[in-house]
């Protein structure tokens, strides 16, 4: 249903869901605990004051237990929010509309960052925070896993509208794809810095950015649609990898 291959979170398409024995019971219990303790302590005080050997002991797995699976407490942050993340953006992409106009499908597919974002603000404000110079441990590159195909999709969008005649630019529609994702992400924290966190005024503010971004692309009859609504039992789009060469590995990923 136009989804990225799930290749992109390190599954194959094909794989099938596999009898668990006791180990991977344990295994998958101590991390439901750890996710869990890692959210209530990072949620409940500063993230300096927080502690690994804190959360460990909440979780009642031993703090080398923890580290097997996030590499430090920044990567705790990024174990909370990668399973709610991954699930968002396929959720989104299985909305989107060939007849939809650009803004209203990018509106769609940026949504959902918002609406986790009002029901988790403090976590999400540490997030982005820890994201912005530090990339390294396991959790923090599956987080950047997703954010890449949210990247994708954005530039798939930029691509399909250009070959619909949507758009008109002779601009690299993988680069349009990243600089339309930056643009949200700035307007996101921005959002997130005032409450309270009304989503219809992020979605609003986002909206006016993206068509100052887009306006000297948009045809006559693209600028004249500009309503949200998605009827449902359209065709979705068949959103994919789009960038044959990942944004990021051009030095352009964004933080």
């Known amino acids: 249903l136009g989804m990225i291959p799930n290749e992109t979170h390190g599954m194959k398409a094909d794989s099938k869901p596999k009898i668990q024995g006791r180990r991977e019971i344990n295994r998958l219990d101590k991390l439901d605990r750890i996710r869990a303790a890692a959210r209530k302590v990072l949620?409940?005080?500063?993230?300096?004051?927080?502690?690994?050997?804190?959360?460990a002991k909440l979780a009642g797995v031993a703090l080398g237990t923890l580290f097997l699976y996030a590499d430090d407490k920044r990567d705790l942050l990024f174990l909370v929010v990668?399973?709610?993340?991954?699930?968002?953006?396929?959720?989104?992409?299985?909305?989107l509309s060939p007849d939809n106009a650009l803004i209203d499908n990018l509106i769609i597919l940026f949504r959902p960052n918002y609406e986790f974002c009002e029901r988790n603000p403090n976590l999400m404000r540490l997030v982005l925070r820890e994201l912005t110079f530090y990339e390294s441990g396991k959790?923090?590159?599956?987080?950047?896993?997703?954010?890449?195909?949210?990247?994708?999709?954005?530039?798939?969008?930029?691509?399909?509208?250009?070959?619909?005649?949507?758009?008109?630019?002779?601009?690299?529609?993988?680069?349009?794809g990243w600089a339309l994702f930056a643009l949200m992400?700035?307007?996101?924290?921005q959002w997130l810095r005032t409450a309270p966190h009304d989503v219809?005024?992020?979605?609003?503010?986002?909206?006016?950015?993206?068509r100052l971004v887009l306006s000297n692309m948009l045809v006559r009859q693209d600028e004249q649609r500009g309503s949200e609504t998605f009827v449902s039992g359209r065709k979705p789009l068949k959103a994919g990898a789009v960038a044959k060469q990942p944004i990021a590995s051009r030095g352009r990923g964004v933080r």
Do not use: C, F, H
């Open 43 to 55: 949620a409940s005080k500063s993230y300096d004051e927080a502690t690994t050997r804190e959360i």
């Open 82 to 95: 990668n399973d709610d993340l991954e699930r968002i953006v396929v959720n989104a992409e299985k909305m």
């Open 139 to 176: 959790q923090a590159q599956r987080y950047l896993q997703t954010r890449q195909r949210l990247i994708n999709n954005s530039a798939w969008l930029v691509r399909e509208a250009i070959a619909s005649s949507k758009i008109e630019t002779g601009e690299d529609p993988d680069y349009i």
């Open 185 to 189: 992400q700035a307007e996101l924290r």
């Open 200 to 210: 219809a005024r992020g979605m609003a503010q986002l909206r006016r950015a993206l």
